[in-house]
């Protein structure tokens, strides 16, 4: 067998090997509600749906509320607590 000798670029491995870290996989929180109400069964009445459409609508009209939710919530620009 022979080497071509040629110059070329030798990429440094990870502390994960050669094939780096494989990218975390996460579920949507609706996945996640959807299987918490499944396992714990919960039956709203009518009067806790009316009370959650309350509190959704003053969330909605809140400004202050409304800043955060448009806020900049990337990565980058998250807080540590």
């Given at each position: 067998m022979k080497l071509d000798d040629v110059?070329?670029?030798l990429e440094?491995?990870?502390e994960y090997g050669s094939k780096?870290?494989?990218e975390e996989e996460f579920d949507l929180l609706s996945?996640?509600?959807k299987v918490i109400n499944e396992h714990y069964g919960i039956d709203y009445t009518n009067e806790?749906?009316?009370?959650?459409?309350n509190v959704q609508k003053r969330l909605n009209e809140n400004v202050e509320v409304q800043k955060v939710m448009m806020?900049?919530?990337s990565e980058t620009n998250?807080?540590?607590f």
């Amino acid at each position: 067998m022979k080497l071509d000798d040629v110059t070329g670029v030798l990429e440094p491995m990870s502390e994960y090997g050669s094939k780096g870290k494989d990218e975390e996989e996460f579920d949507l929180l609706s996945q996640i509600i959807k299987v918490i109400n499944e396992h714990y069964g919960i039956d709203y009445t009518n009067e806790d749906k009316l009370d959650l459409e309350n509190v959704q609508k003053r969330l909605n009209e809140n400004v202050e509320v409304q800043k955060v939710m448009m806020g900049d919530n990337s990565e980058t620009n998250r807080k540590q607590f």
